[in-house]
């Protein structure tokens, strides 16, 4: 795996086992139901997060077959990141995009919701050790809000989602 984007990868991970290592002690009424009334419970929101990493994971996995066709990242991607990481840092709610809403699963039990995003950090793990150092730089995936992203740019926007989920998270707890 490219140096660059295996230490990105390694800080998302960490940031994972933090994030469940904060909730897996807690009352399963409490992980699956919400204590602010109109708000995501933390089953909820960690559903989303899994879901969104699952359907960023399968996109690039489709655009990596024509990877030599795509275009290098380049400032307008750096100054989209930026923009991006801006946002989720903000105290702003917003709207799911309409692909993760409608492929969303019930809100998971912490057990099955762990097992499930350990496989998909499989498959991303051994997905970047088949990205070649020339192609990091692709713009492999597209946020629905921001555009094209590279591989390790995208690697930032799901470090930056979770930050931008944990303060609800911690309203729960």
């Known amino acids: 795996m490219n140096a ?3 230490s990105v990868f ?22 699956s139901k919400s ?3 109109g708000k995501w419970s933390i089953s909820q929101v960690l559903t989303h997060i899994l879901t969104s990493e ?5 996109y690039m996995k489709k655009k990596v077959n ?4 795509l275009r290098d990242s380049g400032v307008m991607e750096s100054l989209r ?20 809403v409608d492929n969303t699963p019930a809100a998971m039990p912490l057990n099955q919701l762990t097992n499930e995003w350990d496989e998909i950090r499989k498959e991303l793990a051994t997905f970047l050790e088949g990205i070649h150092d020339k192609h990091i730089k692709r713009v492999i995936y597209k946020h ?6 590279d591989v390790r740019q995208t690697m930032s926007f799901f470090r930056e989602h979770i930050i931008h989920h944990l303060p609800q998270i911690k309203r729960q707890l």
């Open 10 to 31: 390694q800080e998302l991970e960490q940031q994972r086992e933090a994030l469940l290592s904060l909730v897996k002690n807690i009352p399963e009424e409490r992980y």
């Open 81 to 100: 990141l930026w923009l991006l990481i801006f946002s989720q840092r903000i105290p702003l709610k917003y709207k799911a995009p309409k692909v993760v």
């Open 66 to 69: 024509a990877i030599d066709e």
């Open 35 to 37: 204590i602010l009334p």
């Open 54 to 58: 699952k359907l960023s994971l399968g």
């Open 144 to 149: 629905p809000l921001t555009g094209r992203l």
């Open 4 to 6: 660059s984007v295996k």
